[in-house]
T-cell receptor, first 117, second 112 residues
Framework: EAGVAQSPRYKIIEKRQSVAFWCNPI?????LYWYQQILGQGPKLLIQ????????DSQLPKDRFSAERLKGVDSTLKIQPAKLEDSAVYLC???????????????FGPGTRLTVL | QQQVKQSPQSLIVQKGGIPIINCAYE??????FPWYQQFPGKGPALLIA?????SEKKEGRFTISFNKSAKQFSLHIMDSQPGDSATYFC???????????FGSGTRLLVRP
């Protein structure tokens, strides 16, 4: 079974530029998560999708971050414009069921390391 | 109340030693406590998880101890090996919130 795929693996941009990350979850997984992992910290949930609907985006900085999940499968996370403090690893994860009242294993991709100069 | 506090920040043990990583939480609604292992350049991977209806869970060389009254849980790695060198994260969630709250991580180095 293929794992969660993410691209690109690395990205370096100047502040105020835009950047987009792509995630392909494990086939059949209903729930998709985007996390931000700042160096030396644990992952922090940015947004959670159940199929193609948003379940939780309470920690997503909506003035600059946006995300969508096309047809309930792939997802893109965009930052526009980027700030220095956005430098982090952006992790995508998926789980088979997810959603309120359900706890199941989240499978993480390798992440995209973003450096904002 | 949503925080999970993890210690120590880093840990060095000799091969065969038993590193112990501790976590504490405040939110009594949390009822699922997974541990994740992360190698450099990789995403976290689920290692072992526990629910508060048991005080201990073992899977191979990994053991979780859970103290519900103290709101603390810990990971023990028996007969640690150099290949266990990684960063370990505890996490917590409740069925009503489904959101994983991660600790800050512990960087473990097992010397040969």
């Amino acid at each position: 079974e293929a794992g969660v795929a993410q691209s690109p693996r690395y990205k370096i941009i100047e502040k105020r530029q835009s950047v987009a990350f792509w995630c392909n979850p494990i086939s059949g997984h209903a729930t998709l998560y985007w996390y931000q992992q700042i160096l030396g910290q644990g992952p922090k949930l940015l947004i959670q999708f159940q199929n193609n609907g948003v379940v939780d985006d309470s920690q997503l900085p909506k003035d600059r971050f946006s995300a969508e999940r096309l047809k309930g499968v792939d997802s893109t996370l965009k930052i526009q414009p980027a700030k220095l403090e956005d430098s982090a690893v952006y992790l995508c994860a998926s789980s088979p069921r997810g959603g309120a009242g359900v706890t199941d294993t989240q499978y993480f991709g390798p992440g995209t390391r973003l450096t904002v100069l | 109340q949503q925080q999970v506090k993890q210690s120590p920040q880093s840990l060095i043990v000799q091969k065969g030693g038993i590193p112990i990583i501790n976590c504490a939480y405040e939110n009594t609604a949390f009822d699922y406590f997974p541990w994740y292992q992360q190698f450099p350049g990789k995403g976290p991977a689920l290692l072992i998880a526990i629910r508060p209806d048991v005080s201990e869970k073992k899977e191979g060389r990994f053991t979780i101890s859970f103290n519900k009254s103290a709101k603390q849980f810990s990971l023990h790695i028996m007969d640690s090996q150099p290949g266990d060198s990684a960063t370990y994260f505890c996490a917590a969630t409740g069925d009503s919130s489904y959101k994983l709250i991660f600790g800050s991580g512990t960087r473990l180095l097992v010397r040969p």
